[in-house]
C-alpha cells in the first residue's frame, strides 16, 4: 500500500476537477479514445459471456456503450465518481445514431449508473462477470483496495480488464515542473510502477495476471496547449503533496523555459504517456498456487 502524499489523491479536488471536464472530455481524450480501442480489441482473444458487466471509472460513457453493443444480452452498469460525468454518459446515447437507439429501445437494456468510488463498490459480492476499468484506477489512493473490490464482485471465472499510467506518464512535464518550481513538492501526479501493480493483483488474490506496457507521445505547438489538454480531461495534479497556492505568471515562464529542453526537430513539444495494461481472472473456488505463489506475465515493452 501506497501512503506516500506524493500518490495520495484529494478525492474531493479530483471529483471536482473531472466534474468541469465533463463537457470537454470527449473532445480532449485521444489518448482514452486510443487506449480504449486497444482494450476493445484485446477482448476479441477472450472468451466470455458476463451477465453484468460493470465500466468502473466510465467518463462519459462511450466504454460502457461500445461493450453493451460487443455484449448485446449483458447488463453494464456505469460507475464514476463525478455526478458530471454520468449526466454526459446519459446522454452519450443520443449521439450513437438512430439504429442504435432503436435497438436500445427494444433491447430492455436500461442505463445502469452508479456514483461511487471504485475503492468501495455498493456492489454484492460475486455479482459481476467482468469488470473493465479504462485509465481509471490512477485516481485511487490504495491500488490494494480498488483491487481487493473488484476481486470481491467478480463471480468465480470472471474476467478483470484495465489500463493505467505508468511512471513514466507526463516526465517531460514533471522534469521541467521540478526545475521551476521553488517547492520540494511536485506539482505533477505519480504513478505505480508495473511491476507494483502485478503484485497487487496477487496480494489480491487474482490469478495468473498478465501486463504490459505501451508508451505514447502527444505533439504540442507549446506548453500552455499541453496544460490546456490536461485541463480538458480533468487531469489536474490532486495528489495532496501538491504544491499549494497559485504559481503564478513567473512559475509559468519558469516551466516554458526549461519544458524547452525537450522541443523535437519538427518543432513540437512532446508529452510522453506510459499506459499499463492488464488483465487477470477471478479463479474458480480460489485455488492455490504451489507455495502460494501465483504466477505473472510481463510481456515486453512495446516500442
Same mark, same amino acid.
Given at each position: 500500500?501506497?501512503?506516500?502524499?506524493?500518490?495520495?489523491?484529494?478525492?474531493?479536488?479530483? #471529483?471536482?476537477?473531472?466534474?468541469?471536464?465533463?463537457?470537454?472530455?470527449?473532445?480532449?481524450?485521444?489518448?482514452?479514445?486510443? @487506449?480504449?480501442?486497444?482494450?476493445?480489441?484485446?477482448?476479441?482473444?477472450?472468451?466470455? %459471456?458476463?451477465?453484468?458487466?460493470?465500466?468502473?471509472?466510465?467518463?462519459?460513457?462511450? !466504454?460502457?456503450?461500445?461493450?453493451?453493443? #460487443?455484449? !448485446?444480452?449483458?447488463?453494464? @452498469?456505469?460507475?464514476?465518481? !463525478?455526478?458530471?460525468?454520468?449526466?454526459?454518459?446519459?446522454?452519450?446515447?443520443?449521439?450513437?445514431?438512430?439504429?442504435?437507439?432503436?435497438?436500445?429501445?427494444?433491447? %430492455?437494456?436500461?442505463?445502469?449508473?452508479?456514483?461511487?468510488?471504485?475503492?468501495?463498490?455498493?456492489?454484492?459480492?460475486?455479482? @459481476?462477470?467482468?469488470?473493465?476499468?479504462?485509465?481509471?484506477?490512477?485516481?485511487? %489512493?490504495?491500488? *490494494?483496495?480498488?483491487?481487493?473490490?473488484?476481486?470481491?464482485?467478480?463471480?468465480?471465472?470472471?474476467?478483470?480488464? +484495465?489500463?493505467?499510467?505508468?511512471?513514466?506518464?507526463? /516526465?517531460?512535464? #514533471?522534469?521541467?515542473?521540478?526545475?521551476?518550481?521553488?517547492?520540494?513538492?511536485?506539482?505533477?501526479?505519480?504513478?505505480?510502477?508495473?511491476?507494483?501493480?502485478?503484485? !497487487?493483483?496477487?496480494?489480491?488474490?487474482?490469478?495468473?495476471?498478465?501486463? *504490459?506496457?505501451?508508451?505514447?507521445?502527444?505533439?504540442?505547438?507549446?506548453?500552455?496547449?499541453?496544460?490546456?489538454?490536461?485541463?480538458?480531461?480533468?487531469?489536474?495534479?490532486?495528489?495532496?503533496?501538491?504544491?499549494?497556492?497559485? &504559481?503564478?505568471?513567473?512559475? +509559468?515562464?519558469? &516551466?516554458?523555459?526549461?519544458?524547452?529542453?525537450?522541443?523535437?526537430? *519538427?518543432?513540437? &513539444?512532446?508529452?510522453?504517456?506510459?499506459?499499463?495494461?492488464?488483465?487477470?481472472? /477471478?479463479?474458480?473456488?480460489?485455488?492455490?498456487?504451489?507455495?502460494?505463489?501465483?504466477?505473472?506475465? +510481463?510481456?515486453?515493452?512495446?516500442?
Amino acid at each position: 500500500m501506497m501512503t506516500d502524499d506524493i500518490y495520495r489523491i484529494d478525492k474531493a479536488r479530483a #471529483r471536482a476537477s473531472f466534474g468541469r471536464a465533463a463537457e470537454t472530455y470527449d473532445a480532449a481524450a485521444i489518448l482514452q479514445k486510443q @487506449v480504449r480501442e486497444e482494450m476493445l480489441n484485446r477482448l476479441d482473444l477472450v472468451k466470455i %459471456n458476463p451477465q453484468f458487466i460493470l465500466d468502473a471509472g466510465c467518463g462519459t460513457g462511450l !466504454a460502457s456503450h461500445a461493450l453493451q453493443k #460487443r455484449y !448485446a444480452k449483458s447488463q453494464v @452498469v456505469s460507475l464514476d465518481f !463525478a455526478h458530471q460525468m454520468l449526466q454526459k454518459t446519459r446522454k452519450t446515447r443520443s449521439r450513437l445514431g438512430l439504429a442504435h437507439q432503436i435497438k436500445s429501445l427494444f433491447s %430492455n437494456k436500461k442505463q445502469n449508473l452508479l456514483c461511487a468510488d471504485i475503492e468501495a463498490l455498493p456492489l454484492a459480492d460475486s455479482s @459481476v462477470g467482468f469488470v473493465w476499468s479504462n485509465l481509471a484506477i490512477q485516481w485511487c %489512493n490504495d491500488l *490494494d483496495a480498488a483491487l481487493q473490490e473488484f476481486h470481491r464482485v467478480l463471480q468465480p471465472e470472471g474476467l478483470l480488464m +484495465f489500463s493505467t499510467f505508468g511512471p513514466d506518464t507526463l /516526465r517531460e512535464l #514533471r522534469t521541467a515542473s521540478d526545475a521551476a518550481s521553488a517547492s520540494s513538492h511536485t506539482s505533477v501526479s505519480r504513478f505505480i510502477d508495473m511491476h507494483d501493480i502485478g503484485d !497487487a493483483l496477487v496480494r489480491a488474490g487474482f490469478s495468473a495476471p498478465v501486463l *504490459d506496457v505501451e508508451r505514447f507521445t502527444l505533439t504540442y505547438d507549446d506548453v500552455k496547449s499541453v496544460m490546456r489538454d490536461l485541463k480538458s480531461i480533468g487531469a489536474h495534479n490532486a495528489t495532496d503533496g501538491r504544491a499549494r497556492g497559485l &504559481l503564478g505568471r513567473s512559475y +509559468f515562464a519558469r &516551466l516554458e523555459a526549461e519544458y524547452e529542453q525537450f522541443r523535437q526537430h *519538427d518543432g513540437k &513539444l512532446p508529452a510522453t504517456f506510459e499506459v499499463v495494461y492488464a488483465h487477470a481472472w /477471478r479463479a474458480k473456488d480460489n485455488p492455490k498456487f504451489e507455495d502460494g505463489i501465483s504466477p505473472i506475465t +510481463f510481456k515486453p515493452r512495446q516500442k
